[in-house]
C-alpha cells in the first residue's frame, strides 16, 4: 500500500510540474518560490550575481530543484535553460532586500548606518555565514560596486511601463485560474484588465470572488465598469486605448466583429515586437492558446484509473475487515452461549452430587 501512494505522488508531481513555456513554467509561481527557497538554503559564498555562482554549486542548486519537481527526459534542456534564467534573475532584488533588511534591523537599534556598509557587519540574514557576510559587505563597499548601485537606481527611477497586479503570478496563471473559476475563456479584453488595474476597479474583481460565477453578458458588464477603472501606470491605459482605437479603426466599432486577438494591432499600439507582447505573457506559451500536450493528458487517465482501483481496492478492504467483525461479534456471542450452558450443567452436577 505504501509503494501505490508514492507512485501516485510521483506521477501527479510529473503532470502538474511540467514545463509549457521555453520562458517560464506553467505554474510560475510555485515554481519560482522554490527556486527562491532553494537558492537560500544553500547559499554558500560571497555572490553578487548568477555569475559568480561556480558550477558545482549551480549544479547542486538544480539537483535541489529536481527533487521537487519531474519531467520528462525530452524536455530536460528547455526546463533547465528556464531554470536558469529565473534564478539568475533573483539575485539583484535579493540581495537589494537583503541590504534594505539589514539596514532597517540596525535602525532599529539606534545605530546610525551611513555609506559605509561594514556598518552592517552584526546584521546579517540567518542563512549568510559571518564570513560570507563580511566578504559581501567588503565588496559592497568597493568605489566600482558603489558607483554601479547608484547608476542602477538611477536607471530604476526612471523607468516607465511594465507594471502590472499579478504579484509573483505570471499573466498565464491568472488566466487560467480565472477560466477555471468562470467556467470560459478569457478575453484579451478581460485578461489585460485583469493584470493592468487596481484591484477594487478590476471588471472581474466580482465575479471571480464569488463561490459560483459565470458571466453571460462580458460587454455589459464590461461598460457597467469601464468608467471606474483605475490603471497600475499610464503606459497600460495608453497601449489599451490605442489598441481599441486601431481595432475600431480596421474592424468598426461593433465589438463583436472584432476578432478575438490582433497581433499586428497590439504591436502598433505597445510600439515594439519582440515575440512577447507587452502585457500579454509570451506568445509561445501554450496556456495562451490552449494547446494541450497529449502526454500529459494520457498521464492524467492514468491517475483517474489509479485512484478508482485504490478506491475500489479500499471499498473491498472495508467489506472484508467488517465480514471479519461480524464473524468476531458472532463468535463472541456463542462462546458466552457455551460458558453459560457449561455453568448451568456444573450447577446441576453440583446439586446432584449433593443429594
Same mark, same amino acid.
Given at each position: 500500500?505504501?509503494?501505490?501512494?508514492?507512485?501516485?505522488?510521483?506521477?501527479?508531481?510529473?503532470?502538474?510540474?511540467?514545463?509549457?513555456?521555453?520562458?517560464?513554467?506553467?505554474?510560475?509561481?510555485?515554481?519560482?518560490?522554490?527556486?527562491?527557497?532553494?537558492?537560500?538554503?544553500?547559499?554558500?559564498?560571497?555572490?553578487?550575481?548568477? +555569475?559568480?555562482?561556480?558550477?558545482?554549486?549551480?549544479? +547542486?542548486?538544480?539537483?535541489?530543484?529536481?527533487?521537487?519537481?519531474?519531467?520528462?527526459?525530452?524536455?530536460?534542456?528547455?526546463?533547465?535553460?528556464?531554470?536558469?534564467?529565473?534564478?539568475?534573475?533573483?539575485?539583484?532584488?535579493?540581495?537589494?532586500?537583503?541590504?534594505?533588511?539589514?539596514?532597517?534591523?540596525?535602525?532599529?537599534?539606534?545605530?546610525?548606518?551611513?555609506?559605509?556598509?561594514?556598518?552592517?557587519?552584526?546584521?546579517?540574514?540567518?542563512?549568510?555565514?559571518?564570513?560570507?557576510?563580511?566578504?559581501?559587505?567588503?565588496?559592497?563597499?568597493?568605489?566600482?560596486?558603489?558607483?554601479?548601485?547608484?547608476?542602477?537606481?538611477?536607471?530604476?527611477?526612471?523607468?516607465?511601463?511594465?507594471?502590472? $497586479?499579478?504579484?509573483?503570478?505570471?499573466?498565464?496563471?491568472?488566466?487560467?485560474?480565472?477560466?477555471?473559476?468562470?467556467?470560459?475563456?478569457?478575453?484579451? +479584453?478581460?485578461?489585460?484588465?485583469?493584470?493592468?488595474?487596481?484591484?477594487?476597479?478590476?471588471?472581474?474583481?466580482?465575479?471571480?470572488?464569488?463561490?459560483?460565477?459565470?458571466?453571460?453578458?462580458?460587454?455589459?458588464?464590461?461598460?457597467?465598469?469601464?468608467?471606474?477603472?483605475?490603471?497600475?501606470?499610464?503606459?497600460?491605459?495608453? $497601449?489599451?486605448?490605442?489598441?481599441?482605437?486601431?481595432?475600431?479603426?480596421?474592424?468598426?466599432?461593433? +465589438?463583436?466583429?472584432?476578432?478575438?486577438?490582433?497581433?499586428?494591432?497590439?504591436?502598433?499600439?505597445?510600439?515594439?515586437?519582440?515575440?512577447?507582447?507587452?502585457?500579454?505573457?509570451?506568445?509561445?506559451?501554450?496556456?495562451?492558446?490552449?494547446?494541450?500536450?497529449?502526454?500529459?493528458?494520457?498521464?492524467?487517465?492514468?491517475?483517474?484509473?489509479?485512484?478508482?482501483?485504490?478506491?475500489?481496492?479500499?471499498?473491498?478492504?472495508?467489506?472484508?475487515?467488517?465480514?471479519?467483525?461480524?464473524?468476531?461479534?458472532?463468535?463472541?456471542?456463542?462462546?458466552?452461549?457455551?460458558?453459560?450452558?457449561?455453568?448451568?450443567?456444573?450447577?446441576?452436577?453440583?446439586?446432584?452430587?449433593?443429594?
Amino acid at each position: 500500500m505504501y509503494c501505490f501512494f508514492m507512485y501516485i505522488k510521483y506521477v501527479t508531481n510529473m503532470v502538474l510540474y511540467s514545463l509549457l513555456s521555453i520562458c517560464r513554467f506553467s505554474n510560475q509561481g510555485t515554481a519560482t518560490r522554490t527556486i527562491s527557497s532553494n537558492l537560500i538554503s544553500l547559499w554558500s559564498g560571497p555572490w553578487d550575481s548568477w +555569475r559568480d555562482v561556480p558550477n558545482e554549486h549551480r549544479t +547542486r542548486l538544480f539537483e535541489r530543484f529536481q527533487m521537487y519537481y519531474q519531467w520528462e527526459e525530452r524536455n530536460h534542456a528547455p526546463i533547465y535553460r528556464c531554470w536558469e534564467k529565473c534564478i539568475a534573475g533573483k539575485f539583484p532584488t535579493l540581495l537589494r532586500n537583503v541590504r534594505k533588511e539589514a539596514k532597517a534591523m540596525a535602525k532599529q537599534q539606534g545605530k546610525n548606518v551611513g555609506d559605509d556598509m561594514t556598518d552592517l557587519i552584526d546584521f546579517k540574514p540567518t542563512w549568510i555565514r559571518s564570513e560570507i557576510w563580511k566578504q559581501m559587505l567588503d565588496h559592497w563597499n568597493t568605489p566600482k560596486w558603489k558607483a554601479k548601485s547608484l547608476r542602477n537606481k538611477e536607471i530604476r527611477s526612471r523607468a516607465t511601463g511594465g507594471k502590472h $497586479t499579478l504579484g509573483s503570478q505570471s499573466y498565464v496563471t491568472m488566466k487560467r485560474k480565472a477560466e477555471r473559476k468562470l467556467g470560459r475563456e478569457l478575453t484579451i +479584453r478581460e485578461a489585460y484588465k485583469q493584470s493592468h488595474c487596481r484591484k477594487g476597479s478590476r471588471p472581474l474583481d466580482k465575479d471571480l470572488s464569488c463561490s459560483n460565477s459565470l458571466i453571460l453578458d462580458v460587454d455589459s458588464e464590461g461598460d457597467a465598469q469601464e468608467e471606474n477603472l483605475v490603471w497600475v501606470d499610464a503606459r497600460a491605459e495608453e $497601449t489599451w486605448v490605442k489598441y481599441e482605437g486601431f481595432l475600431e479603426e480596421k474592424y468598426g466599432k461593433e +465589438r463583436n466583429k472584432h476578432p478575438k486577438f490582433d497581433k499586428d494591432l497590439w504591436s502598433r499600439a505597445e510600439g515594439k515586437h519582440k515575440g512577447k507582447g507587452y502585457g500579454l505573457g509570451n506568445d509561445s506559451d501554450p496556456c495562451v492558446h490552449r494547446r494541450e500536450d497529449p502526454e500529459i493528458e494520457k498521464l492524467n487517465l492514468v491517475i483517474k484509473e489509479l485512484v478508482k482501483e485504490k478506491d475500489e481496492e479500499k471499498e473491498r478492504f472495508n467489506g472484508i475487515i467488517a465480514g471479519l467483525l461480524a464473524d468476531k461479534e458472532k463468535d463472541k456471542v456463542d462462546k458466552d452461549a457455551l460458558l453459560d450452558r457449561m455453568s448451568q450443567i456444573e450447577a446441576m452436577l453440583t446439586a446432584t452430587v449433593r443429594k
